[in-house]
Every structure is written in C-alpha cells, then in structure tokens.
Antibody, heavy 121, light 110 residues
Framework: EVQLVESGGGVVRPGGSLRLSCAAS????????MTWVRQAPGKGLEWVSG????????GYADSVKGRFTISRDNAKNSLYLQMNSLRAEDTALYHC??????????????WGQGTLVTVSS | QTVVTQEPSLSVSPGGTVTLTCGLR?????????PSWYQQTPGQAPRTLIY???TRSSGVPDRFSGSILGNKAALTITGAQADDESDYYC??????????FGGGTKLTVL
C-alpha cells in the first residue's frame, strides 16, 4: 500500500523554525517528484513547494521563498521541509503528496494526512 | 502574482450534471498548464481526481471528466451523487517548478 506519513509539526513562536518530514512507503520513492501543500484553518489549499526525483530541481511559492527549503533523502524514502522565519500566516496543516516524474511540482497523489504547524506567541 | 480562478460555489441536483471551471485572471488555460483537479471533504486529506487535463486517477469513477472549455480547464460531474458534495480544487503548472491552486469551489448537491 502506498503511504505517506508527515511528522514534525507543532507550536512555534514567530521567527522560529521547524523541520517537517514525510515518510514514504509502498512505492519507489526515487522515481517520483514530491510536493508540500498546506491548508490554513478554514481556508483553501495552497501549493508550497516541489522537488524533482533526485533533488536537483526545486520550486517554491512566493509566500515561502527564501524562508523554506525542500529536500529529500532517497535512501531513507523521506521528504523534508525546513521552515525558518516562521510567521503567523504559516499556521496550517501541511500535507506531502506524491508528484509525477516530469511535472514534479504538481501533486498527483496519494496525499498524507498532514501535520499541523501553529505559529503563535 | 498569478491568480487561478474558480467559482466559489455551485449546486447540482442529484443525477444532474455540473461543470466546474479553472481559469487565469490574465490569460487562457491550455493543456500546457497540466490542469489537475482534487476533491476534499471536511476533515479529510485531498483526493486527486484528474491530472494532465483529462486523465482520471486510479479508482476515480468515469462520471468525473476533465477538459478544456474555451479558455479554462473544466471538471464535469455527470450523474451527481450525494457524496459528491465536497470542495473541489484545481491546480495549474506555471513552469519553473511552480504550481498554483485555485481558491476552490464548494459543490452542493441538493
């Protein structure tokens, strides 16, 4: 069974940092791009970041560029999102989702259930 | 700032047909934008319905179909059922590794 499980969320003060992880299983992780998508409470989906199969290409939404860094470890079947200089508006449920090989910034699924990040003083 | 537009809300009668659209505030949507569609019910993770304009994800019934209609991407639900009542989102690929979601459409089946 293909499965994605996020972890690493929590409560952090404005200006703080968090590192999210996404553990993948049930498929050849190195054969796919991966994405992070977030959803603020009561709001819609927002694409955050994407990474190609080997980590050589990445993309970021303007809202997080320069503050967030996406990475992956194919040996560990894991995706990461390093989040620095966090702001209140980064409060959201963060999902990882499998993407394609070519269009590696487009979530194709499956999706993880998400990990909640709350930025509050 | 790229803005992807969707109808905020739509309604359909059980058994009816409804079309949701996904456009750009500036410009036309084509297959090059690799339009994809997602369904989300409250408290659940999104589910991918359609990718690359009109390819159904595994397990998605064929009453969901994707297309380009005029200058927008479209998701058509034929023979709507009660459990189709959900939020629907589209995403467009903007190039350079960037994708953008639309604001979502809340579909009511009544």
């Amino acid at each position: 069974e293909v499965q994605l499980v996020e972890s690493g969320g929590g409560v952090v003060r404005p200006g703080g940092s968090l590192r999210l992880s996404c553990a993948a299983s049930g498929f050849t992780f190195a054969g796919y791009g991966m994405t992070w998508v977030r959803q603020a409470p009561g709001k819609g989906l927002e694409w955050v970041s994407g990474i190609n199969w080997n980590g050589g290409s990445t993309g970021y939404a303007d809202s997080v560029k320069g503050r967030f860094t996406i990475s992956r470890d194919n040996a560990k079947n894991s995706l990461y999102l390093q989040m620095n200089s966090l702001r209140a508006e980064d409060t959201a449920l963060y999902h990882c989702a499998r993407a394609g090989y070519d269009f590696w910034s487009v979530p194709l699924g499956p999706w993880g259930q998400g990990t909640l990040v709350t930025v509050s003083s | 700032q790229t803005v992807v537009t969707q109808e905020p809300s739509l309604s359909v009668s059980p058994g009816g047909t409804v079309t949701l659209t996904c456009g750009l505030r500036s410009g036309s949507v084509s297959t090059s934008y690799y339009p994809s569609w997602y369904q989300q019910t409250p408290g659940q993770a999104p589910r991918t319905l359609i990718y690359s304009t009109n390819t159904r994800s595994s397990g998605v019934p064929d009453r969901f179909s994707g297309s380009i209609l005029g200058n927008k991407a479209a998701l058509t639900i034929t023979g709507a059922q009660a459990d189709d009542e959900s939020d629907y989102y589209c995403v467009l690929y903007m190039g350079s590794g960037i994708s953008v979601f639309g604001g979502g459409t809340k579909l009511t089946v009544l």
